[in-house]
């Protein structure tokens, strides 16, 4: 019986997300299907980790590795299982969950180890940017800014990407970028250009609304220059998986694009900012890694309401970070008018 039994190792990355991940080891031990698995926990000691120890299980042929983190430890633990004939599973717990919320598995860890339990398997595609996997969304421009500075910011949680957001958005400019999707060739001026192989970035935020994971192909969504005005539609459109209608995005599929830029600067891949030069190349690889998935993935009603509970909960974020931002502007402004006014109060004294 335990010759029978397939060995299955859960990586935890304890760093991830806003809360501790003992309740989840817990439940990881108590739900598991000890019948069906042998089960190793490991926890990562350092960014990396998780490539490594995922690679040293695809060697020792594990059915699986679990992933106990967000989308970045996702992606570490993945690109160490493709083209192997280890599986990736997913218990989510980051700040975005995007590939996790795509394949529709359950945000608690009681429905995504029930999910595990299952060990139902399909094969999908992966991307690479410059030679870097990535499996839900990469990209340039301001997504990659906000990335970037998000990863500098010492806290984490949709909250502060939300903060990032509305603060950098006020003085990014756009840039122009000239893009080669399979042979042909265009200029677009883009506050950001986003690749997909999922629909998401995380949190139900639709950049790339109709991706598969399954059709060979690069979802591209290039976001052109828009003024605050349109912010409120596009922030409805982004959540309510509809920004493909928007007038002021285009959108595309390929199986490779190459953009050159007029500098080199940050990209992002699955969420995670990396410097790299003028010329990027992206492309789609298919049916490169095996995940365990939801057999029976919930749809319809409940994940209508779902999505509007997720937008009415951003609109709420948004309005209180306004709020917040537009405090603050003012308070610096008249910090600064009383700074001029003693100057030029003890200028005239001098004067006299």
């Given at each position: 019986?335990?010759?029978?039994?397939?060995?299955?190792?859960?990586?935890?990355?304890?760093?991830?997300?806003?809360?501790g991940?003992?309740?989840?080891?817990?439940c990881?031990?108590?739900r598991?299907?000890?019948?069906?698995?042998?089960?190793?926990?490991v926890?990562?000691?350092?960014?990396?980790?998780?490539?490594?120890?995922?690679?040293?299980?695809?060697?020792?042929?594990?059915y699986?590795?679990?992933?106990?983190?967000?989308?970045?430890?996702?992606?570490?633990?993945?690109?160490?299982?493709?083209?192997?004939?280890?599986?990736?599973?997913?218990?989510?717990?980051?700040?975005?969950?995007?590939?996790?919320?795509h394949?529709?598995?359950?945000?608690?860890?009681?429905?995504?180890?029930?999910?595990?339990?299952?060990?139902?398997e399909?094969?999908?595609?992966?991307?690479?940017?410059?030679?870097?996997?990535f499996?839900?969304?990469?990209g340039?421009?301001?997504?990659?800014?906000?990335?970037?500075?998000?990863?500098?910011?010492?806290?984490?949680?949709?909250?502060?990407?939300?903060?990032?957001t509305?603060?950098?958005?006020?003085?990014?400019?756009?840039?122009?970028y000239?893009?080669?999707?399979?042979?042909s060739?265009?200029?677009?001026?883009?506050?950001l250009?986003?690749?997909?192989?999922?629909?998401?970035?995380?949190?139900?935020?639709?950049?790339?609304?109709?991706?598969?994971?399954?059709?060979?192909?690069?979802?591209?969504?290039?976001?052109?220059?828009?003024?605050?005005?349109?912010?409120?539609?596009?922030?409805?459109?982004?959540?309510?998986?509809?920004?493909?209608?928007?007038?002021?995005?285009?959108?595309?599929?390929c199986?490779?694009?190459?953009?050159?830029?007029?500098?080199?600067?940050?990209v992002?891949?699955?969420?995670?900012p990396?410097?790299?030069?003028?010329?990027?190349?992206?492309?789609?690889?298919?049916?490169?890694?095996?995940?365990?998935?939801?057999?029976?993935?919930p749809?319809?009603?409940?994940?209508?309401?779902?999505?509007?509970?997720?937008?009415?909960n951003?609109?709420?974020q948004?309005?209180?970070?306004?709020?917040?931002?537009?405090?603050?502007?003012n308070?610096?402004?008249l910090?600064?008018?009383?700074?001029?006014?003693?100057?030029?109060?003890?200028?005239?004294?001098?004067?006299?």
């Open positions: 019986m335990v010759e029978s039994l397939k060995k299955i190792a859960f990586i935890v990355n304890p760093k991830s997300g806003n809360h991940k003992t309740h989840i080891v817990n990881i031990n108590e598991i299907d000890k019948n069906k698995y042998k089960v190793e926990v926890y990562t000691q350092y960014a990396g980790h998780a490539v490594e120890i995922a690679a040293q299980k695809a060697k020792e042929n594990a699986a590795v679990v992933a106990v983190g967000g989308d970045g430890t996702v992606n570490e633990i993945a690109r160490s299982l493709v083209h192997t004939q280890t599986a990736l599973g997913i218990i989510p717990c980051g700040s975005g969950n995007g590939l996790a919320r394949l529709q598995i359950p945000m608690e860890p009681q429905g995504a180890i029930d999910v595990i339990n299952e060990g139902w399909e094969t999908i595609d992966y991307g690479k940017i410059n030679d870097v996997p499996f839900c969304t990469c340039v421009g301001f997504d990659a800014f906000v990335s970037l500075k998000f990863s500098q910011a010492g806290k984490r949680g949709p909250l502060t990407y939300l903060e990032q509305l603060r950098e958005s006020l003085n990014y400019r756009p840039e122009t000239e893009l080669d999707m399979d042979g060739t265009a200029h677009y001026k883009a506050f250009i986003a690749c997909g192989n999922a629909s998401q970035y995380g949190n139900n935020a639709y950049i790339t609304p109709q991706a598969t994971l399954d059709d060979g192909l690069l979802d591209v969504t290039i976001v052109e220059p828009f003024t605050m005005l349109d912010v409120p539609t596009l922030a409805f459109q982004l959540f309510n998986k509809t920004i493909d209608q928007n007038s002021r995005i285009k959108t595309f599929r199986q490779t694009l190459h953009i050159h830029r007029a500098k080199p600067g940050v992002h891949y699955d969420g995670d990396m410097m790299m030069g003028k010329d990027i190349d992206v492309a789609i690889v298919k049916e490169g890694i095996r995940v365990i998935i939801q057999k029976n993935a749809t319809g009603f409940s994940s209508v309401l779902q999505r509007a509970q997720d937008y009415i951003g609109l709420r948004i309005n209180e970070s306004i709020v917040s931002d537009i405090a603050s502007r308070k610096q402004i910090d600064k008018g009383k700074r001029q006014f003693k100057l030029l109060t003890k200028k005239n004294e001098t004067n006299h």
